[in-house]
């Protein structure tokens, strides 16, 4: 038994720079429908329509596409640019991604 918890993988992403970044791209990453793990690819687009859609629910106001994926960045999350990623088998190819972000299954709308 102790073999198997040694051999288990941390695949939790820790967010740095909190208090550097925009507070609605904080507020949003925190939020209960996001998950944080390295194994995970999520598409630059759908992001940053799931953060505006949050704002629009939270009355905030949200930032413009440059300044979130800087903040995104700066928040530690990478910006993946020139490789394909596919969003399901029957949607469009993707050429964006963030890695270390997802939404929980729950909460996709497919």
């Known amino acids: 038994m102790e073999r198997m918890n040694e051999s288990k993988k941390d695949y939790l992403f820790r967010v740095r720079n909190k208090d550097k970044a925009d507070a ?11 998950v944080k793990d390295r194994r995970f690819y999520s598409p630059c687009k759908t992001i940053y329509l799931k953060y505006k859609e949050y704002c629009l629910e939270n009355a905030l106001k949200p930032l413009s596409s440059w300044q979130f994926k800087k903040n995104m960045q700066l928040l530690g999350f990478i910006y993946k640019k020139s490789h394909r990623f596919y969003a399901g088998y029957h949607r469009d190819r993707v050429t964006t991604a963030f890695k270390n972000i997802a939404f929980k299954v729950a909460d996709c709308k497919i």
């Open 24 to 34: 609605t791209v904080v507020a949003f990453v925190f939020s209960p429908h996001i």
